[in-house]
């Protein structure tokens, strides 16, 4: 078919493929820093700390104030909306810090989970209305990335054709509207972890979801060298008692990879979806040494798997500043070099960092 009505100018493309080559250059991920009020309530609470405006503020105002040098780790920033508009303790807009740094400045643009009629509790995304309006004010207000979560979950009858459709197109049209007001889009089909099926079942339904996806984009006309991809790495269930290594799980996970992902995706940057921040560290340095052809950058995009540690060391005390700092730049360091395939685990790794970070149902 002709190619009568392009949607993007080549200005357009040449902006969104330069933001997204950047976020992934050299080893670099993405901090997912997005948690939305209630979700950063559960963390709050895991560490005993009041959900305030003002303690959300701080803790991440440790975060971002780091040595500049976590740019050579960190690409990119999600934020969700309040932070975007937050600033530290001398009044400088914490999206200004980050730019500052050289750090990518994105935006979670989903707006939680609606059930999906007649199916087994399934879920679609919403935040569609008025999305080119609060992208473009976004675009405005300096950021450069945007994010949406759409979550399947393996169960019975699940995920159903319906709730793969229907979240590989939402995801979709996001995308699109996205990319017309400059944003890099990240697309997250995320298949949650929930479940006791073992990897080769988890292996089948990400490349089902994949599969949907990319034909999604495609019907949409999203210029793949503009938008990153999100997705969960092929595990068994968390309930389930068949145990894999790193190398099994990475096999797994660049195959479902390379039978869904056109070439064109500048890079994938996983969700951690609650493995340990080790376990999320070790699979991803066996993802990038797995000997398969592998066309893109294959990075992080990690929230609880980058922070826990950081929020174990603050428990809410600013003298605990230093040792946040510390713990956080430890993970991002890590998190490069599995990037790079160059991650050795020294075995010296603190308490936090190998604990599991899974909880049921993630939903937010
Ligand atoms: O699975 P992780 O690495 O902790 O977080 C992945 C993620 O998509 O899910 C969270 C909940 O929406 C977001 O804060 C984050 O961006």
Known sequence: MAYQFPALTSEQKKELSEIAQRIV???????????????????????????????????REILFTVDDSVSRSIGGVILFRETL??????????????KEKGIVVGIKLDQGGAPLAGTNKETTIQGLDGLSERCAQYKKDG???????????????????????????????YASICQKNGLVPI??????????????????????????VYKALNDHHVYLEGTLLKPNMVTAGHASTKKYTPEQVAMATVTALYRTVPAAVPGICFL?????????????????????????????????????????????????????QEAFMKRALANCQAAKGQYVHTGSSGAASTQSLFTACYTY
């Open 187 to 212: 697309v997250e089909p995320e298949v949650i972890a929930d479940g006791d099926h073992d990897m080769e079942h988890c292996q089948y339904v990400t490349e089902k979801v994949l599969a949907a």
């Open 272 to 324: 951690s979806g609650g493995m340990s921040e080790e376990d999320a560290t070790l699979n991803l340095n066996a993802i990038n040494l797995c000997p398969l052809p592998k066309p893109w950058k294959l990075s992080f995009s990690y929230g609880r798997a980058l922070q826990a540690s950081a929020l174990a060391a603050w428990g809410g005390k600013a003298a605990n500043k230093k040792a946040t």
């Open 143 to 173: 950021a450069d990335f945007g994010k949406w979560r759409a979550v399947l979950k393996i169960d019975n009858q699940c995920p159903s054709h319906l709730a793969i459709q229907e979240n590989a197109n939402t995801l979709a049209r």
């Open 85 to 98: 508009y937050q600033k530290d303790s001398q009044g400088k807009l914490f999206r200004d810090i980050l």
């Open 25 to 59: 250059a050299n080893g670099k991920g993405i901090l997912a820093a997005d948690e939305s009020v209630g979700t950063m309530g559960s963390r709050l609470q895991r560490i005993k700390v009041e959900n305030t405006e003002e303690n959300r503020r701080q803790f």
